[in-house]
Nanobody, 115 residues
Framework: VQLQASGGGLVQSGGSLRLSCQAS????????MAWYRRAPGKERELVAR???????RYADSVKGRFTIFRDNAGNTLTLQMNSLKPEDTAVYYC??????????WGQGTLVTVSS
């Protein structure tokens, strides 16, 4: 499975951005998908994840502001980010966990939130 992320950019505090991740290849293998982020000087953290059945989980820091969803075909993952804060500044990575233990990562897309 290959992942191509897009949608990052510069936005003012309180603004919105939408990140997309297009999956290709053996999509049928994908179990759940997720967005992670790595802020400068910090470790990578889980932002949100969604199962094949549509169940979601969010980091406490983004609950109520971010929404993760997948299209019915399961090959496009989206992260809608609202009410962005400077502390959301990070490189965001999409992730696909697959059957049989494999995992794929997108190339990362930079989100910068100015105060």
């Amino acid at each position: 499975v290959q992942l191509q992320a897009s949608g990052g950019g510069l936005v003012q505090s309180g603004g919105s951005l939408r990140l997309s991740c297009q999956a290709s290849g053996s999509i049928w293998r994908i179990d759940f998908m997720a967005w992670y982020r790595r802020a400068p000087g910090k470790e990578r953290e889980l932002v949100a994840r969604i199962s094949k059945e549509g169940g979601t989980r969010y980091a406490d820091s983004v609950k109520g502001r971010f929404t993760i969803f997948r299209d019915n075909a399961g090959n496009t993952l989206t992260l809608q980010m609202n009410s962005l804060k400077p502390e959301d500044t990070a490189v965001y990575y999409c992730n696909a966990n697959q059957l049989f233990g494999a995992t794929s990562w997108g190339q990362g897309t930079l989100v910068t939130v100015s105060s």
